[in-house]
Antibody
Framework: QVQLQESGPGLVKPSGTLSLTCAVSGDSITSGTWWSWVRQPPGKGLEWIGE???????NYNPSLKSRVTISVDTSKNHFSLRLTSVTAADTAFYYC???????????????WGQGTTVTVSS | EIVLTQSPGTLSLSPGERATLSCRASQSVSSSYLAWYQQKPGQAPRLLIYDASNRATGIPDRFSGSGSGTDFTLTISRLEPEDFAVYYC?????????FGGGTKVEI
């Protein structure tokens, strides 16, 4: 079955850069779907960060747009998140997810990674 | 940006009862590009409903979604003990793909 697995440092210093990777197994990252990042601060709701298509097209949340980059590596079947100039407000659980799959009309995030916690602290 | 408002914030019910959750959009969600998720403590969200009314793979038929335009509803016909969780809606009509603030269904 399709599985997503996030990886990356769990602790980032203020003003530093958060970098996470999502490894995709059981599906090709070049299939007709977008690949998304979502975060959740402790005890709060979900926030969409952005998405990438395998040809490199991206969409970002305007609230983060100046600091975020999402990229895809088709040779490794993974996609990545980079968030610069982090502050304590970026402390959250970060999830990668598959979707939306526009080629089949599935407008939802149907497969999620287990998530990884990132703390911004000196 | 489309703002999604979920109500109520908390729903206190008993197993076997019917749950009705609301998600209202600040502007029309075209083509019913709306999804519902369930999240339990310590777990990733799970897709329940996509395109407003289609159940995702493996989702029991006690979960149903309806609505169009700006008003959407998730209904759980008879609550099972494992259904007590937080539920979120998300729209895909326009970027940014916003989430609602969530409804907690508790005993």
């Amino acid at each position: 079955q399709v599985q997503l697995q996030e990886s990356g440092p769990g602790l980032v210093k203020p003003s530093g850069t958060l970098s996470l990777t999502c490894a995709v197994s059981g599906d090709s990252i070049t299939s007709g779907t977008w690949w998304s990042w979502v975060r959740q601060p402790p005890g709060k709701g979900l926030e969409w960060i952005g998405e990438v298509y395998h040809i490199g097209t991206t969409n970002y949340n305007p609230s983060l747009k100046s600091r975020v980059t999402i990229s895809v590596d088709t040779s490794k079947n993974h996609f990545s998140l980079r968030l610069t100039s982090v502050t304590a407000a970026d402390t959250a659980f970060y999830y990668c997810a598959r979707g939306p799959s526009v080629d089949i009309g599935l407008y939802g995030l149907d497969v999620w990674g287990q998530g990884t916690t990132v703390t911004v602290s000196s | 940006e489309i703002v999604l408002t979920q109500s109520p914030g908390t729903l206190s019910l008993s197993p076997g009862e019917r749950a009705t959750l609301s998600c209202r959009a600040s502007q029309s969600v075209s083509s019913s590009y709306l999804a519902w998720y369930q999240q339990k403590p310590g777990q990733a969200p799970r897709l329940l409903i996509y395109d407003a009314s289609n159940r995702a793979t493996g989702i029991p038929d006690r979960f149903s979604g309806s609505g169009s335009g700006t008003d959407f509803t998730l209904t759980i016909s008879r609550l099972e003990p494992e259904d007590f969780a937080v539920y979120y809606c998300q729209q895909f009509a326009s970027s940014p793909l916003t989430f609602g603030g969530g409804t907690k269904v508790e005993i």
